[in-house]
């Protein structure tokens, strides 16, 4: 068989919806998380568009220094050591250099230089980039210069005429002067917001906007890859360099977007969604745990109410306890006012139990009036049946021989019958009297004592001892229909006395107490009966609606005594007696007032 | 007894977890060359180092070296409030003698690679090094222009180190006057600050070799030894394990012909082990550092093992690096005597460009 997982519908309610916040927190963060992502790519490919107008510039700046270098060159070697190299501000030092790069004469010389005349550049890390080329200028990569160990870029170019003195060619070496990219750098990076960097392809930074200084950038893994590449810690800050390769320089220009604001950015929208996410989540708690008060609390106790009620419906209709009706849940706020449809239900429930239990009543009524009326039809037609038996037999013996004739006896035994269908008869009146029973303050007392009296006779005739107690007192009031409970006393006083007639004149007894007691919930008066009879022959908490312990007992007087006592709102108590032996039938009323012991 | 034994697990799980997560922060200079691009050639050798150990439980801690002498211990003791307690210290003579009481009461060790100042020898403390002092470097010095021949000799000393430059003249004055061979005469220059016209005539005279006692890689010394070679082309011009640098070679031109360099290490083409660090070196940062990060690797090396062999403190790293009688490196074994010096064999290279070191 297969067995079905089950759940409580709010507990099933609150996982969906904090699935949903969840989902939906998710949602928010991947679409954030793809904004961010896009803008981000919008951030970097607007510092690659910056490190290309970098680029750019410089490419201008070493043609034009290239250009007015070409132009210098071809003046006569005289003029070269006037004022027109000084007037260049494009180069910080130039020199005329020979073939094997030594320095034949400076023509202009930034302060500290460290090149003087003679100075070879052969061995260095420019030498590569100078030739013997005629008519051919060449630009050096940027490295540090040999004059002051600065960033430099050295321009190269032949001179047109040549060189007087021994005919050899010279050349105009030039060093540009990076002051002006060093304020395009500043410049350009204090507009952008981005830092601005020269790195040769070894990591050495050549130039760098101000205030950054970094010796050096591990670019490496960016050998393959140009663009945006893994974030560098540079001065306890992250940054996201974004390359681009200037191969004129053997340099790369590197843009570096701070990682900070990109993360708080990210930090911010991360934040965003997890309070969303977080408060949909408390908002659904919320809720629920508020909808388990108002709502589910009340469905709960509605459904404990029908559990209830089954629970009721299958025990005897006797023993059933008055209905309450759906708990308003006043007391611990789950009262579901606030909602319609628990209103609805309420009402609904409340009207259904009524109905039910007025039907109950109806078909409990019904029932105990057919099974009465049954049984006294059937009572009615045993003694009818044998006064029938008797009649016959007086008629035949009469008609055939009068002399052997037991007239008396036979006419004794008819009158006992007759008197049986009599007592059946007050039965019934008495049942179809139960239907409607008046209540009024009754002094126990007295009925009790009128019982013992009406049964006088009959017990002295039958030779049986009563002895009574407790009827000395006057304040043991209950709420009685007098006539019913005395025929009820009756009925128990007189099965006692049936109970005991078998039993030597000696040892029949009876014994008839009236107490008073106070139990948890109310004052009660309990009359116990007891006798020396053989006791019950049935289980007394067998609580069948008909059994007599007598060989020809129809087990309806303990029902009538049963009845009366649910009409006085009381019980009955079967038992045996550890005084005298045989049964004991305690019947239990409320008392109408407290009484003292 | 189940729960005893959960405990006892439970501890033993827990002393390896705090084991692993042991961080040993190494400060690692990065030499501030005046008026020149910084070279990171020690930041580099640590990385490399790290990367071809990524087991290592050593994390770096970048440590700037400043020109201001006063400046290094207040760096070092900034560090340790940081809870920096190894130091892998690049700094030379004239910052590091300074920095030596940052090292006197074991909250902090460091291994030193560059600075040989006598007055660093001798303390039984938390300062270790890796390089011979000064007397054993200029004593080797000394035997080599012993060696040479001629009688007039030119030194020109760096007043920019003077942590250094003293005590080495002195040491190198002693050990000449021994012999008394050599004429010396001494010019004192800020090689920092060298200007070839206006120290021009420091350098001119007869002389049969010349000395420029200067270091800490300063690339100028290249012009300074460009300048001696034109004034003196063929003169032998000595220069100290502290110049052993590829940029300087560039800067002097055809000086290298008559340059002799002091060296602890042969050259790449002499050391193949050397080479092949080299070769990985330039392969992953595209240029050749100077001599003096073969002894950061070194540093490196012996300080991961000591780490590796579980000491964590300093006074741990210590008694592991004096208990050993000799420290296995990648370019031959380190020994420290009792104060934590080393001594060192000299050998003088006559480079080529681009074969330093």
Not at chain 1, 554 to 561: I, S
Not at chain 2, 128 to 139: G, N
Request: with cysteine.
């Amino acid at each position: 068989m297969k067995s079905v997982r089950t759940s409580s519908f709010w507990r099933t309610s609150l996982n969906a919806e904090l699935l949903a916040a969840v989902l939906a927190g998710g949602v928010l963060l991947g679409g954030s998380w793809i904004a961010l992502s896009r803008l981000q790519q919008s951030y970097v490919q607007l510092a690659q568009a910056d490190a290309e107008r970098v680029n750019l510039y410089l490419r201008e700046h070493l043609a034009a220094g290239s250009v007015q270098l070409q132009q210098l060159a071809e003046l006569p070697v005289e003029q070269l050591q006037g004022s027109a190299p000084r007037l260049l501000q494009v180069f910080s030092d130039l020199y005329l250099v020979d073939a094997q790069h030594q320095v034949r004469r400076i023509l202009k010389s930034a302060s500290g230089s460290r090149v003087f005349m003679g100075f070879s550049f052969a061995g260095s890390r420019i030498e590569p980039y100078l030739h013997s080329g005629k008519g051919v200028g060449s630009t050096s990569h940027i490295s540090r210069g040999l004059e002051d160990e600065r960033a430099s870029i050295y321009i190269q170019h032949p001179l047109v005429l040549p060189a007087a003195a021994d005919g050899r060619p010279l050349f105009l070496l030039g060093r540009l002067n990076l002051s002006y990219i060093q304020g395009f750098l500043n410049q350009f990076s204090r507009f952008s917001g981005n830092p601005v960097l020269l790195v040769t392809r070894d990591g050495f930074v050549m130039l760098s906007s101000q205030p950054l200084q970094v010796p050096a950038v591990d670019l490496s893994f960016a050998a393959s890859a140009p663009g945006p590449v893994r974030p560098l810690t540079l001065e306890g800050q992250q940054w996201l360099p974004v390359v681009s390769r200037n191969s004129a320089l053997g340099a790369s220009i590197v843009t570096l977007v701070p990682l900070d604001r990109l993360f708080q950015q990210q930090q911010l929208v991360l934040l965003l969604a997890a309070t969303v996410a977080l408060l949909m989540a408390v908002v659904f708690v919320v809720k629920t745990l508020r909808m388990r008060q108002q709502l589910f609390g009340p469905i709960s106790s509605f459904i404990n109410q029908l559990v209830e009620l089954e629970m009721q419906y299958r025990r005897p209709a006797t023993s059933r306890v008055p209905l309450t009706l759906l708990d308003d849940g006043a007391e611990t706020g789950a009262s579901g006012a606030n909602f319609l449809e628990i209103q609805q239900i309420r009402s609904s429930f409340t009207a259904l139990m009524q109905v039910i239990h007025q039907r109950d009543l109806i078909l409990q009524q019904q029932l105990r009036t057919s099974l009465t009326a049954a049984t006294i039809a059937h009572e009615i037609n045993q003694p009818l049946a044998t006064i029938h038996l008797l009649c016959q037999l007086a008629q035949d013996q009469l008609g055939r021989d009068a002399s052997g004739l037991d007239i008396p006896d036979l006419i004794s035994k008819l009158d006992h019958q007759s008197q049986e269908v009599n007592r059946v008869i007050e039965r019934m009146r008495m049942l179809l009297r139960n239907v409607k029973t008046e209540l009024h303050p009754t002094d126990i007392t007295s009925v009790v004592s009128s019982a013992c009296l009406y049964l006088k006779a009959q017990l002295q005739s039958h030779q049986v001892q009563l002895c009574c107690s407790g009827l000395d007192r006057d304040d043991l009031m209950v709420e009685a229909d007098a006539g019913q409970l005395q025929m009820a006393i009756t009925n128990l006083l007189r099965n006692a006395s049936d109970a005991v007639s078998h039993q030597p004149p000696e040892r029949r007894l009876v014994a008839l107490s009236l107490l008073p007691s106070v139990s948890s919930s109310a004052a009660e008066v309990i009359l116990r009966i007891e006798d020396s009879g053989p006791g019950f022959r049935f289980d007394p908490s067998d609580d069948t609606l008909f059994h007599s312990s007598k060989a020809a007992g129809t087990g309806l007087g303990l029902f009538v005594v049963r009845t009366t006592l649910a009409n006085h709102q009381g019980s009955l108590e079967l038992g045996r007696s550890s005084r005298l032996g045989g049964a004991q039938v305690s019947l239990v009323l409320p008392l109408l007032s407290p009484s003292p012991a | 007894m189940l729960g005893l034994a959960g405990l006892l697990l439970g501890l033993i799980v827990w002393q390896g977890l705090r084991r692993s997560a042991v961080v040993v922060a190494v400060g690692v200079d990065l030499p501030l060359v005046p008026g020149a691009a910084i070279n990171p050639s020690d930041r580099h050798t640590a990385d490399l180092y790290l990367e071809e150990h990524p087991r290592s439980r050593l994390r770096l801690v970048n440590h700037f070296n400043d020109e201001v002498a006063a400046s290094g211990p207040a760096s070092i003791a900034k560090l340790k409030r940081q809870g920096v307690r190894f130091f892998i210290t690049t700094q030379s003579s004239t910052l590091a003698v300074p920095s030596l009481r940052e090292f006197a009461d074991g909250s902090a060790l460091a291994i030193n690679v560059s600075a040989v100042s006598n007055r660093l020898s001798g303390h039984d403390d938390f300062f270790f090094r890796v390089v011979p002092d000064v007397t054993q470097e200029q004593q080797a010095i000394a035997r080599r222009l012993d060696g040479l021949p001629g009688r007039r000799l030119l030194v020109l000393q760096d007043i920019s180190n003077p942590g250094y430059t003293e005590p080495a003249f002195a040491v190198l004055q002693a050990e000449l006057s021994r012999s008394g061979r050599w004429q010396m005469v001494k010019h004192r220059l800020s090689v920092p600050d060298f200007d070839p016209r206006r120290d021009q005539h420091l350098l001119t005279g007869r002389y049969d070799a010349v000395y420029l006692l200067a270091g800490t890689f300063l690339p100028m010394i290249g012009n300074v030894a460009q300048l001696l070679y034109t004034q003196h082309p063929n003169v032998p011009i000595l220069l100290t394990p502290w110049a052993n640098s590829p940029a300087i070679l560039e800067s002097a031109g055809p000086a290298v012909r008559s340059i002799q360099i002091a060296s602890n290490f042969r050259t790449r083409e002499q050391d193949l082990r050397i080479d092949r660090y080299l070769r990985r070196f330039e392969r992953r940062f595209g240029y050749t550092p100077y001599a003096m990060a073969l002894r950061t690797r070194q540093a490196f090396e012996i300080l991961d093992a000591a780490v590796r062999s579980g000491a964590t403190t300093p006074m741990e790293v210590k008694r592991y690096l004096l208990r050993q009688p000799q420290h296995s490196t990648s370019f031959g074994v380190v020994r420290f005597d009792a104060d934590g010096d080393v001594a060192g064999a000299y050998q003088f290279l006559k480079p080529r460009w681009q074969t330093l070191p």
